[in-house]
């Protein structure tokens, strides 16, 4: 048995997971995870600012007595897009490889995208399913089956950067949708052609949107594992039509600083469900830090059987 500690280093968010594996079947067992909030926004000049940098070293010193704690004997980590856009992101996840020795990277966004389909692949049984993990910095997309991939690619905006940089009211303004869907179109065109060569109509949605949308609970309080399209569509338009105090009270257990960004998520899921035809969606609990820890897993394994 060896014990791994993986992170997932996001724009809003970093996650923390120490897992027991077993090196010759790759079980997992006694998994502990944890999770501080950070918010990395972006002053005009493009870096991160002072109060997101000294959050995200917080953050780094929690995990520090976490894994002081545990003592993983491998420990992995992977920054995303906010780490990629921001002029000042090499330079903070420099100081968090300075002080705690990690071992951090950078990954660019098809990387991103190809990291967390292994981890979600148990859960995609159907060439018409895609996964869409779709948080603060960037949205990934990825289609395959339980068995391969067929592709995989990465939008450059999530919630936090399209809200700094498009929406200028609460609610949004039509105005201010019409920009974000201009600038995604392109984009999600080629989503467009890759559906016409793998067919799907199912969206497996993970991460900050998708688990923010879900927390928008029906009359019952319950929200269905999978839905029809209506239901999705319908819950985000009153998430955008409603004001920041009124979406805390939707949203359960939301931040307040998630409350203020969804608007701009729920966009992305509206745009790519009405561009691609989708038909029903799944709202999960994977994404990034799963796929994390199958690629250390899989190279383990790979070590042990060598």
């Known amino acids: 048995m060896i014990r791994i500690a993986a992170l997932d280093l996001g724009t809003n968010s970093f996650h923390l997971c120490i897992v027991d594996v077993n090196e010759k079947s790759g079980e997992l067992s006694d998994r502990r995870l944890y999770k501080k909030r950070v918010y990395l926004g972006k002053d005009n000049d493009g870096s991160i600012t002072k109060e997101g940098w000294k959050r995200s070293v917080e953050a780094i010193e929690k995990f520090e007595k976490e894994i002081y704690l545990y003592t993983p004997r491998i420990i992995h980590g992977v920054g995303t897009e906010v780490f990629r856009s921001s002029d000042n992101g090499r330079a903070l996840m420099d100081e968090f490889i300075g002080r705690t020795g990690w071992d951090l990277n950078i990954i660019d966004g098809d990387e991103e995208a190809r990291t967390i ?30 068995n391969d991939r067929y592709w995989s690619t990465s939008i450059p905006y999530g919630c936090q950067n399209l809200y700094n940089s498009y929406v200028t009211s609460d609610p949004i303004r039509q105005t201010d949708i019409n920009r974000i869907t201009k600038e995604l179109r392109p984009i999600i065109e080629i989503l467009v052609y890759e559906k016409k060569r793998y067919p799907f109509s199912h969206i497996y949605g993970t991460s900050g949107t998708f688990t923010a949308i879900k927390r928008s609970t029906n009359d019952d309080g319950v929200w269905p594992d999978q839905t029809d399209i209506n239901y ?37 899921v509206k745009e790519l469900i009405q561009r691609l035809d989708i038909k029903e969606v799944t709202i999960g609990k994977g994404g990034l830090l799963d796929g994390v820890i199958v690629d250390m897993i899989q190279k383990q394994v790979r070590v042990v059987s060598a």
């Open 117 to 146: 389909y292994p981890g979600l692949a148990d859960d995609v049984h159907d060439r018409t399913d895609i996964l869409v993990d779709s948080g603060g910095g960037g949205t990934e997309v990825s289609h395959g089956t339980d």
């Open 232 to 268: 999705i569509w319908a819950t985000c338009e009153k998430l955008i039509t409603s004001t920041c105090m009124q979406r805390g009270e939707i949203m359960t257990n939301s931040s307040e600083n998630r409350c203020k960004i969804i608007p701009a998520g729920c966009v992305i």
